[in-house]
């Protein structure tokens, strides 16, 4: 059997604290400096967002920040399935009417 939840949406989070300002680092900057302009914007903070023509385009973090950050993703989409099954909002069916139902 299969259970799909109403809202078994993938969630988006944004990181970010009122004590974590995340640093600019410009195209020009990564260009003449490479990793290093990353690097030393890491040192300092989490995050590190790279400008192009004045506007963030990028951002750039540690592997430790985006495993925090795919984790928190993973438990918001856990409480909303489970907050889904506590209200019923639920399907059970097999795997060949998940199918039939997923191509109408």
């Known amino acids: 059997m299969i259970y799909t939840t109403k809202s078994n949406t993938f969630v988006s989070i944004i990181f970010s604290t009122q004590f974590n300002t995340i640093l600019m680092i410009t195209a020009n900057e990564l260009k003449t400096k490479g990793i290093k302009a990353i690097e030393e914007q890491l040192s300092q903070t989490s995050e590190a967002a790279i ?24 438990e918001v989409a856990y409480m909303q399935c489970k907050k889904d099954i506590e209200e019923g909002n ?15």
């Open 90 to 104: 639920y399907t059970v069916e097999t795997a060949e009417e998940h199918i039939e139902r997923l191509w109408k």
């Open 51 to 74: 400008t192009v023509h004045g506007k963030v385009k990028y951002v750039a973090m540690t592997v430790e920040q985006f495993e925090k950050m795919r984790l928190a993703e993973l």
